[in-house]
């Protein structure tokens, strides 16, 4: 089951710089003029995961397979965008195409990088984006509620699109439709507004653990839950080290956890996202499914044929099997479950399908 980030925001806030960062690569162009990137770059990542290390010892597999997550770099975003400025409709062609947007903040000074605005102003530039995007969102709406396309209009949608109307005319946040429509059907409307989305504040070295003034003005209005701070620079260097002397550096800047593993879990949360795992002597696996996911609709991002023909699965937590060594004591321990299809798969979960063909 993929999911795809688009990293978005004006030019030179250093998304290209962290898209390197996130992929280990150099498949971003990063280049200190606007619009170095037309085409959005979209990198594959494993998502790290020390469950999976550790299964993977017990079951003695001959491969191990993370789960990915995909990151979309997209061309920077300007003033007028919705009206075709820069690239914009490409850019918003290129957003529709993602599941969350991060949004990539400029949060440090600096001679060397130019900056498309005069001043470093975070809370501006997020306006600047969050405007683009409303008013491409209230293009959309218009067209599709002209009489001569209503008609084509689910009912469901109907609604949702004239709530939506009626927020972006009177400057309310859109996001009280999340709590007023099913998720689902909300997400079948494509509006770029009520995506899931994360901020990341690209900061200077010096601001890494505490932020810095622009951070704090940031966060004040925007909330630190679904808020990253990240030095995009600092990230692309730790991944050109190896795992020693990774890690003597980050103990020498005071970072706990590369901005990697905070984004994907700050990620998986806003999406709603979990792990469960197949382990044997061929393999060891993580999937990614939504929360509150049935067992069969689990068997079936493996493959449809499993979903389709599910009987039952067998079924261990991660600390059960963990602490059992394996399939063999947990089933012996009476640790092992066999889960119908109802049974709501949980965030670590050890499965092992049983089906008809």
Not at 270 to 286: K, V
């Amino acid at each position: 089951m993929g999911f795809k980030c688009g990293i978005v925001g004006l030019p030179n806030v250093g998304k290209s710089t962290l898209f390197n960062a996130l992929t280990n690569s150099s498949k971003a162009q990063a280049a200190n003029f606007p619009f170095c990137t037309i085409d959005p770059n979209v990198g594959l990542v494993p998502v790290p995961d020390k469950r999976l290390d550790e299964l993977f010892k017990i079951s003695k597999s001959k491969k191990k397979i993370n789960t990915t997550i995909s990151f979309v770099d997209i061309a920077g975003l300007v003033k007028g965008a919705s009206k075709g400025e820069g690239l914009g409709n490409k850019f918003l062609s290129h957003i529709r195409e993602v599941d969350a947007i991060i949004h990539m903040i400029r949060c440090f000074d600096s001679d060397n990088i130019q900056n498309v605005n005069k001043t470093v102003d975070p809370i501006r530039d997020m306006e600047i984006i969050d405007t683009e995007i409303k008013l491409a969102d209230l293009d959309s709406i218009q067209k599709r509620l002209e009489k001569k396309n209503r008609k084509k209009v689910d009912s469901d949608h109907l609604k949702i699109l004239e709530t939506a109307l009626k927020c972006i005319n009177e400057d309310k946040n859109l996001e009280i439709i999340l709590h007023e429509f099913e998720k689902s059907i909300i997400n079948q409307c494509g509006l770029l507004s009520l995506k899931p989305k994360l901020f990341v504040c690209n900061v200077d070295e010096k601001s890494i653990k505490n932020g810095n003034k622009y951070t704090e003005e940031f966060t004040s209005k925007f909330g630190k839950e679904n808020t990253i701070i990240i030095s995009a620079d600092i990230e692309n260097q730790i991944n050109q080290l190896d795992s020693n002397e990774k890690k003597n550096y980050m103990k020498m800047i005071s970072l706990e956890e590369n901005g990697l593993n905070s984004l994907i879990k700050k990620g998986y949360n806003l999406l709603q996202l979990e792990t469960f795992f197949t382990s044997g002597p061929e393999e060891t696996r993580a999937w990614t499914i939504p929360k509150n996911s049935t067992a069969p609709r689990a068997a079936g991002i493996i493959h449809s044929d499993f979903e389709k023909g599910f009987i039952r699965s067998e079924t261990v937590s991660y600390e059960d099997f963990i602490n059992n060594n394996g399939w063999l004591n947990s089933k012996t321990n009476g640790k092992m479950r066999l889960e119908g299809k109802d049974y709501i798969v949980n965030d670590g979960d050890v499965l092992n399908f049983r089906f008809n063909t």
